[in-house]
């Protein structure tokens, strides 16, 4: 395969545009594509605006017909919405129009690479490239691949991701891969967890505890409520419902009922003023918009809380031991690698495992499992049981 040298984003919103930006800074050509010329001349304003000196601004270009952008293109990446139709019909259109040796990629950070693949009829050369937001700060690239990817096309994809210095966790095609696969059952688990618990002190207080215990004990960078309410309950939501669907409505993955209430409400996090917390405005720094209770106070966090995190631990440790189990990373480094790049959490959770201590965690997730009757999301993984040799080393080091 040739290098990667002409790239083409298909996309002019926050994360094309965001993606464009990165991979122009490091002198590469790139195209900006959108059908919404407003907002393409706008984002593309943005990039040349906040461009370095040294960059040179005559490799950013955009463009709203289709075949024009897609002229001497190695690399199309696509940025649009999460529509798996929409996706299909745009690369059968792309792949009636680019040249024979131009690379395909997706930014989907959930649906079917393998049916979007299918659908531009050069599968050979379609991979997933999912870049995280912001792409100008987050390093990691989930590169997903399935099994028709031509090899060629993997390593010119390596490459080109390495010249951009970005970092590239592979990993087989899956719904929510491997950072959303794991996160979003845990956002989905504290819900049913603020459920059970809000009872007797009410939602919002029983949240800023979980919240605290979380934050406090270092598990996650940001409570799960706090982190729900910034990425937006309403694209929790629908991603949940992806890999829901994906994994044929297993119970596993089944949404919270709480979590539903909330989208049903319309409570969508700062963006909109109410989320599992009141917002005064839709800003996403914490500092200009913090959490507000029901009267409108700031939430202060409590100096002690009796919630027991090995309820969430244990959770984001049974996932990362099935997504291992399911072949969809070559090694269990691969996941420590991604969920600390990728969510920025102070560690991963096989090293959150052994810090915690295995039999503990595995103890406790049996509990969870035999007091809720045996529900399908606390049951654990057989490797989580019946640890492979390089894991059996790693946790006996």
Avoid at 224 to 237: E, H, M, V
Avoid at 264 to 292: E, F, M, S, T, W
Wanted: a negative charge; glycine letters at 6%.
């Amino acid at each position: 395969m040739n290098e990667i040298k002409n790239i083409t984003i298909i996309g002019s919103g926050i994360m094309g545009a965001g993606i464009a930006h990165s991979i122009f800074k490091y002198g590469l050509d790139v195209t900006l594509y959108d059908l919404n010329a407003e907002e393409l001349k706008s984002s593309y304003n943005t990039i040349k605006s906040k461009a370095r000196k040294k960059m040179d601004p005559h490799k950013i270009h955009m463009a709203t017909d289709l075949e024009t952008a897609l002229m001497n293109c190695d690399l199309v990446i696509e940025a649009i919405y999460e529509d798996l139709q929409v996706k299909c019909e745009l690369f059968k259109k792309i792949g009636k129009l680019a040249d024979e040796s131009t690379i395909f990629a997706t930014n989907t950070s959930s649906l079917s690479i393998t049916k979007i693949a299918q659908a531009s009829g050069r599968p050979g050369q379609f991979l997933g490239l999912h870049f995280f937001n912001p792409p100008l700060i987050m390093r990691l690239v989930e590169m997903v691949i399935h099994e028709g990817l031509n090899p060629p096309v993997l390593q010119s994809a390596k490459t080109f991701i390495s010249a951009i210095k970005k970092q590239a966790v592979i990993c087989r095609d899956s719904p929510g891969f491997i950072v959303n696969r794991i996160l979003l059952p845990v956002i989905n688990e504290a819900f049913y967890i603020l459920e059970k618990q809000m009872i007797n002190r009410g939602e919002i207080e029983t949240a800023n505890e979980i919240d605290t215990a979380i934050v406090s004990e270092e598990i996650l960078l940001m409570g799960p409520y706090n982190l729900a309410d910034l990425t937006g309950i309403d694209t929790i939501f629908h991603v949940s419902n992806i890999i829901y669907e994906g994994f044929q409505k297993n119970p596993r993955y089944k949404r919270s009922p709480l979590l539903e209430k909330h989208f049903a409400a319309g409570h969508y996090g700062r963006k909109c003023g109410r989320g599992v917390y009141y917002y005064g405005n839709n800003a996403n720094d914490p500092d200009i918009n913090p959490p507000l209770d029901e009267k409108g106070e700031r939430i202060v966090p409590p100096d002690t809380t009796d919630f027991d995190t090995l309820d969430l631990i244990s959770v984001i440790i049974n996932e990362s031991f099935r997504v291992v189990e399911e072949g969809i990373v070559e090694d269990y480094n691969d996941i420590e690698l991604a969920m600390e790049l990728g969510t920025r959490w102070p560690r991963g959770p096989f090293r959150m495992a052994k810090e915690t201590g295995l039999h503990v965690v595995l103890k406790h997730l049996i509990q969870l499992y035999e007091q809720s009757g045996n529900q399908p999301r606390y049951e654990p993984s057989s490797l989580f049981t019946g640890l492979t040799e390089d894991l059996k080393k790693f946790f006996n080091k």
